[in-house]
């Protein structure tokens, strides 16, 4: 997925003034940046959630393998299907582990009996790293699961549409630290099968699971590349003031 020069505008507010990065299956991507400065307005970006967004409006270039996103010719329900989205806070429905999976590739025609479902539902169960704890218990509501089990299976559901990106907005800051752990794993597993981004305001968890950062700082990236270079060797002094607690 590639973004040139996006710029984003709440009525007369321009909150990001021109960003280009491009995301890829090899690297999980971090975004970082102290709070207000525009990670999770970009990261809306890519998925058009900014279109529910009142006075929102979006300039620039976005593509998913070649197709620009923002073209009228994008059936919006496809792509956030091909570009999932994972949120601060689980937000399962209120339905059985397994609706919760299936939901997604019913509305989408993607299976064609039950056993089909009931493989896709597996399937993703697996990936998300959650099948063995729910397995005995699919048609207990998704509520019902601890927080880290339940971003899992939001996770899970995300990946039951064969996403190409999974984008994930703080998706552990509501968990303890095991949970955190479980969800930092599972990125690194799924790394290399779906581009992912991650919005993140804790540095140690950029570092952990990204391979690429994006250093973001009012409405603009200041500094883009290997996250082991960003960590160790930052380039711009507002990225290392950043890093070393200055401000933020
Ligand atoms: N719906 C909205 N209407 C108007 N302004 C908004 C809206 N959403 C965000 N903004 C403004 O856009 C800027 C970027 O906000 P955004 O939430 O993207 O930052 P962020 O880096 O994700 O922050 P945080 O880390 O606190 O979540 C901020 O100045 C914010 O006040």
Redesign the pocket.
């Known amino acids: 997925m590639t973004a040139r020069n996006v710029r984003?505008f709440?009525?007369e507010?321009e909150?990001?003034t021109g960003v280009s990065i491009d995301v890829t299956r090899e690297d999980v991507t971090a975004?970082i940046?102290?709070?207000?400065?525009?990670?999770?307005?970009?990261?809306?970006c890519l998925n058009r959630m900014n279109d529910t967004?009142?006075?929102?409006r979006v300039v620039g270039d976005i593509q998913l393998d070649g197709e620009d996103i923002y073209s009228p010719a994008m059936d919006v329900v496809q792509l956030r299907a091909r570009v999932g989205m994972v949120f601060q806070k689980p937000n399962p429905f209120p339905k059985s582990i397994y609706e919760n999976v299936a939901y997604g590739p019913r509305i989408h025609g993607l299976a064609r009996t039950k056993a089909d479902m009931d493989g896709i539902v597996e399937q993703s169960l697996r990936r998300a790293g959650l099948w063995d704890e729910v397995k005995d218990r699919l048609a207990d509501s998704g509520t019902a699961l601890s927080g880290g089990q339940q971003q899992r299976l939001c996770i899970a559901r995300a990946i039951a549409v064969n996403p190409e990106v999974i984008l994930m907005?703080?998706p552990a800051s509501a968990l303890d630290p095991i949970a955190t752990a479980k969800i930092e794993e599972l990125i690194d597993d799924l790394r290399g099968r779906y581009a992912i981004v991650i919005?993140t305001?804790n540095m140690q968890q950029a570092a952990r699971v990204s391979q690429k950062t994006a250093f973001?700082h009012l409405?603009t990236v200041v500094e883009y590349g290997d996250t082991r270079e960003i960590f160790t060797n930052p380039k711009e002094t507002r990225t290392k003031d950043y890093i070393t607690g200055r401000y933020g």
Do not use: M, Q, W
Not at 33 to 44: I, Q, V
Not at 53 to 56: D, E, R, S, Y
């Open positions: 984003v709440y009525g507010f909150a990001i975004f940046g102290p709070s207000g400065c525009g990670k999770s307005t970009f990261l809306r967004v009142a006075g929102a907005d703080e919005v305001h973001f409405g």
